[in-house]
């Protein structure tokens, strides 16, 4: 898809004045958090796990040529092929190629965010194939012509009511009396819509959670089971996966997988966890008859070695997105292209430039929350930090605010002159607004303002009361 | 240069060396061979057989899994009609082509439709074995096989698991270990497919509400065969 992060501030401003996404992020920012908690609180060893985690991540990363190899020797020897691409045109073109030798018409689809980040869809729309999105989230927002907002709840920025309006535009040969109002009806028409796309589809495409170096195998974890219709019922079960995926073995997946679901959606572990390994065997009654895998670089290997290589650990489990007071207050539309969130502001600059993207990390009220709850332990705070330097060092950001930061940096490395200068303006503000205990405008700080009112000081700066105290207790 | 070199050189231009050689991918290698066990949570692990089965139940309940205990195989066929009497299902079932159900006496069930192989699109009903069980999360571990259709795990409305209680292991772990100890077909160590399935298809994408049947299974039963008492003589 073509980003939108340039416009951030518009589409920012444009999601804090949507009421019906103000609603469904109220749900999502509560739901999600709670829930787990409550899973980490049952499971003890959940911060060792996390250390864990991390370190199989690094360790992994820090051989990724060596597991690479090894996962593609171990697919071929099952029968299936790897199909690597360096950019998203040689993925796309990778699985046209793999449709088109099967003169594919149908292509069914599991939730992949690596399948957005290379636009597939719309290649395969383009090429005469139909993709049906099968993830219920997937399936709603693909009706509605718009991208995922969250990177595993796609639709949630949505309500039901926007559901049964996209629903009965797209149904039109059902009955237009039938009565679709709530949830339960409209899993069940969605169910009832999908299960003939399974039967029917030529190609099953799903992203994949894990790769393992071990077995040659991918692992997709799912709660609908429609990642497993799609991958068991074609003829050709295509997995698109980026590089990070890779872990050297099924114990190493195993811990990985103890930390994804609780951290995603306070599962103790998600209804469907599925390993594939080739195509089916002689004698198999069912599965697919080609099993291929298009192993995606797409900007990843770029960041190895540099400040945001520790970004490849992301098990995109969303957990930042939940916690997040930026993302649950905007929305993941306003990012501007496929990954939102603390997440996307550190890897989207990464993969299509932080001239595209600058926005985002500067979208952080440096709260850490995200960091605190990341499965493993990704210090996204600090590499928001790493991207905002770039931006300072490169010149992205404007010379007014680049000449005040460039002030506040010189005072800020004199303390002497530092706490004359802010005790003089405490005492400045406090004696202007005396009176009123509060100031409604202030210079330079109008975007501030125009919504609260800045409280008035009270006389003393931080740092002389602090002093003083410190006396005191000598 | 091919992708596949192109993407190779960049990584390791990234990590700063050449192909991974000497003792660095003799330790690599000894790492993938050992593939050494990572934490275990206490949680199951810790516990003696009867403990651990008691936790698959309450783990399995607990995400929406219907278990029912009986005593012995003769007992199986009797469970699988009163289960679908209770549910209001239609008294027809299609079972997986395994050995370990043949034992099964369908003879004493007239009235119930039996038919074997893979999962066709009107099928309500299926009956499966599994591998294993684990006791950890309340998951179920099936596998591919010409005589295990992974079609059936998915298709019906209605997902049956035969499941002993000497099956329950304490991880996924565990899990693994069975797989590897297994004879293999030809060539391939693993089956195709290893689905752990841990309650009934569901899905929260309107709303967050939880529904459950949405693509996959609405039901999710097992009939547990306690067969504790012979695997604690072991």
């Known amino acids: 898809m073509d980003p939108t992060s340039r416009a951030f501030i518009e589409n920012a401003h444009a999601g804090l004045a949507n009421p019906v996404l103000r609603r469904a992020l109220g749900i999502a920012g509560s739901g999600f958090p709670a829930r787990r908690a409550e899973a980490i609180a049952r499971l003890p060893e959940f911060e060792a796990l996390r250390e864990e985690g991390r370190a199989i991540k690094d360790h992994t990363i820090a051989h990724l040529d060596y597991y690479l190899e090894l996962y593609e020797k171990n697919v071929t020897a099952a029968g299936g092929m790897v199909h690597w691409a360096r950019d998203a045109a040689e993925a796309r073109a990778a699985v046209l190629d793999i449709c088109r030798s099967v003169d594919a018409k149908i292509v069914t689809k599991g939730k992949s965010m690596v399948a957005e980040e290379i636009a597939l869809n719309d290649h395969l729309e383009k090429n005469g194939i139909v993709p049906v999105e099968t993830d219920l989230g997937e399936y709603i927002i693909q009706l509605r012509h718009e991208p995922p907002s969250h990177i595993i709840a796609p639709a949630i920025h949505l309500m039901k009511e926007q559901v049964e309006e996209a629903f009965r535009a797209a149904h039109t040969e059902l009955d237009p009396a039938r009565v679709i109002a709530e949830a339960p009806q409209l899993c069940a028409e969605a169910r009832a819509i999908l299960r003939p796309q399974f039967l029917a589809a030529d190609v099953g495409i799903t992203g994949a959670n894990f790769l393992v170096a071990e077995t040659g195998s991918s692992i997709i974890v799912t709660n609908e089971g429609n990642g497993d219709l799609t991958q068991t019922l074609p003829k050709v079960h295509i997995v698109v996966a980026s590089l990070e995926k890779i872990v050297p073995t099924l114990e190493d997946a195993s811990t990985l997988l103890r930390l994804l679901a609780r951290s995603a959606t306070g599962q103790e572990f998600s209804s469907y966890t599925t390993m594939s390994t080739g195509p089916r065997r002689p004698g198999d009654l069912d599965g697919p008859e080609q099993y291929h895998v298009v192993l995606v670089d797409n900007g990843r290997s770029a960041m190895i070695g540099g400040e945001f290589q520790e970004m490849l650990r992301c098990l995109r489990c969303a957990a930042c997105l939940n916690h997040c007071p930026v993302y649950t207050a905007i929305g993941g539309h306003a990012y501007g292209w496929v990954y939102p969130g603390p997440m996307g502001a550190v890897l989207t600059p990464a993969l299509i430039g932080v001239g595209e993207a600058g926005h985002l990390p500067n979208a952080s009220s440096f709260c850490g929350r995200c960091e605190s709850v990341c499965p493993v332990k990704i210090p996204l705070p600090k590499m928001m930090r790493h991207w905002r330097e770039r931006q300072f060092a490169e010149r992205r950001i404007a010379p007014s605010y680049r000449a005040g930061l460039k002030y506040w940096a010189w005072v800020a490395q004199r303390p002497a002159l530092y706490h004359a200068l802010v005790e003089i303006k405490a005492r400045l503000l406090g004696w202007l607004g005396k009176t009123r205990g509060r100031f409604r405008a202030m210079p330079l700080a109008g975007g501030w303002t125009q919504i609260r009112d800045m409280p008035a000081p009270e006389g003393r700066s931080f740092h002389a009361l602090w002093a003083e105290r410190q006396r005191a207790k000598r | ?234």
Not at chain 2, 96 to 114: C, H, K, Q
Request: aromatic share 4%.
């Open chain 2, 1 to 234: 240069m091919s992708a596949r070199d192109d993407v190779l050189a960049r990584i390791r231009s990234g990590l700063g060396r050449g192909e991974l050689t000497g003792d660095a991918a003799t330790a690599a290698a000894a790492r993938i061979a050992e593939h050494s066990r990572n934490l275990i949570p206490a949680r199951a692990a810790a516990l003696d057989p009867p403990a651990r089965l008691d936790l698959f139940v309450a783990m399995a309940e607990a995400v929406q899994t219907t278990v029912t205990r009986i005593i012995a195989d003769i007992d199986i066929s009797g469970e699988v009609a009163r289960y679908l009497a209770a549910e209001n299902l239609p008294a027809e079932l299609r079972v997986a082509p395994d050995p370990s159900l043949d034992s099964i006496s369908w003879s004493e069930r007239p009235l119930l439709n039996i038919r074997y192989g893979k999962a066709e699109p009107g099928d309500a009903v299926s009956l499966t074995p599994c591998l294993a069980a684990i006791a950890e999360t309340g998951t179920l571990m099936l596998i591919s096989g010409e005589a295990t259709p992974t079609t059936l795990n998915f298709l019906p409305d209605t997902h049956i698991v035969l499941l002993r209680a000497s099956q329950v292991v304490a991880a996924y772990e565990d899990g693994w270990d069975l797989l590897r100890q297994r004879p293999g077909d030809g060539p391939h160590r693993l089956p195709r497919t290893v689905n752990f399935i841990t309650g009934p298809s569901r899905t929260g994408d309107i709303e967050q509400k939880i529904e459950l049947g949405a693509h996959g299974p609405r039901r999710l039963h097992v009939i547990l065969v306690d067969d504790a008492k012979a695997s604690r003589r072991k």
